[in-house]
């Protein structure tokens, strides 16, 4: 969405994502254009609140906005993992990046569920 600006959050973002790959064996956002890549993610993830919209500084995060609210199906799609992975995998995919936590505490996570 044109942000120049990166730091743990996007961090933790790749970690969802790749840990993703690992429990599921697959890729899970593969898309081929921008535009198709966040299409996949707002399938996933849910679309981001629109407090997210009237509060962005992105440059060009009105122009990705999607034309309806898209509800998350991840844990839908992860239905076969651990509800612990699962939990984790929401927090780190979270489309509000301050709720993606920080390194030690996804290293901390159990979700009450038990270790993965």
């Excluded at 996007?10 to 064996?25: P, R, T």
């Excluded at 009237?54 to 844990?75: D, I, M, V």
Aim: charge should be positive; proline fraction near 6%.
């Amino acid at each position: 969405m044109g942000s120049t600006s990166y730091g743990v959050s996007i961090d933790l973002w790749s970690v969802g994502c790749v840990f993703a790959e690992i429990l599921m064996g697959k890729p899970i956002l593969k898309g081929r254009t921008e535009i198709e890549q966040l299409h996949k993610i707002y399938k996933l993830c849910g679309s981001p609140p629109d407090s997210f919209w009237r509060k962005t500084w992105l440059p060009h995060a009105t122009s990705f906005r999607p034309q309806h609210t898209y509800e998350a199906t991840l844990r839908e799609r992860c239905r076969e993992l651990p509800t612990s992975g699962v939990s984790l995998l929401e927090t780190l995919l979270s489309m509000e990046p301050y709720k993606r936590g920080t390194a030690s505490s996804a290293l901390n996570s159990d979700r009450g569920e038990g270790r993965l």
